[in-house]
């Protein structure tokens, strides 16, 4: 790729730069740490599936933030930092090669490289210094006296919250929006992937390879895990220690369940 000036690259996190959702190892490692209960994590985890597969309105959305940045209340920054290696272990052995390469690539041309992604602003930036990346964007949460106050400091990285992250990058580093990437597989990115020059879908859903077919967009596409992976990684690995795989099976029983089963099979 030829170098252009001012020009950075954006990639999403969760089924774009890693098969399946970070969250998943997110809670398994807070769930071994102490630092949520069982039935906290099942019923975190279970939400974080229905945002996915169902979509969101603005207000969920606010729920989903104002949920995970609870999550953080009173906990230490330390604590959070501690948890690093254990979600780092699950996520590295999900890493598309495919993107990570794509990623690289950029950087060779000479174009920084940033995780956007709505997980947090620390998993988000520990992930980029492992893979050699240059930054990390994520959600960020309020601290005081070394303690996560459940307040945010900064936009809900998610939708339009992405542009008004990245937006604020470019100022701060001098980037052009016009001449910069970004990479997605969601309908949900398509307010960052419409406010780059160069947006490119990878893996798509049905949405988004809708509009990057109609709007031309280049389209990255390759073998993903086995569907009943897909859906072991995202529900099955909810069992952290037995009783809460089954909470969350309970959960997702019923009509809703199913059809976030079903999309789940299809995608």
């Given amino acids: ?24 190892h997110f809670a398994r490692a807070a769930y071994k740490a102490g630092m949520r209960s069982r039935r906290e994590i099942a019923g975190d985890l279970c939400a974080n599936l229905k945002f996915r597969f169902r979509g969101s309105t603005d207000e969920e ?17 330390t604590d959070l930092k501690r948890l690093g290696p254990g979600v780092l272990a699950g996520i590295l052995p999900l890493i598309y090669t495919e993107v990570l390469e794509e990623a690289w690539s950029h950087i060779d041309a000479g174009r920084p490289v940033y995780i956007v992604t709505a997980a947090s602003h620390e998993l988000a930036e520990s992930l980029a210094a492992v893979l050699a990346l240059d930054g ?16 945010p400091d900064g936009p809900f990285t998610y939708r339009e919250g992405k542009v008004e992250a990245i937006g604020a990058l470019a100022a701060e580093q001098g980037f052009e929006l016009g001449a910069c990437f970004a990479y997605s597989d ?34 990255m596409k390759f073998d993903k895990l086995a569907r009943r992976l897909k859906l072991g990684s ?5 069992a952290l220690a037995g009783g809460g795989g089954g909470y969350v099976a309970g959960r997702l029983r019923g009509g809703r369940g199913r059809r976030i089963v079903r999309a789940l099979g299809r995608r």
């Fill in 1 to 24: 790729m030829a170098a252009e000036r001012g020009a950075a690259a954006f990639f999403d996190l969760d089924k774009t730069l890693i098969e399946g959702s970070s969250a998943v």
């Fill in 61 to 77: 959305s606010d729920a989903l933030r104002h949920a995970v940045l609870g999550a953080l209340a009173g906990q230490r920054v």
């Fill in 136 to 151: 990390g964007i994520g959600v960020r949460s309020e601290t005081r006296d070394g303690v996560y106050t459940g307040a």
């Fill in 186 to 219: 969601s309908e949900s990115d398509l307010p960052m992937l419409r406010a780059v020059g160069h947006p490119v879908a990878v893996n798509p859903d049905r949405e988004l390879e809708r509009v990057a077919l109609a709007e031309g967009w280049r389209i």
């Fill in 234 to 238: 995202a529900v099955g690995a909810l």
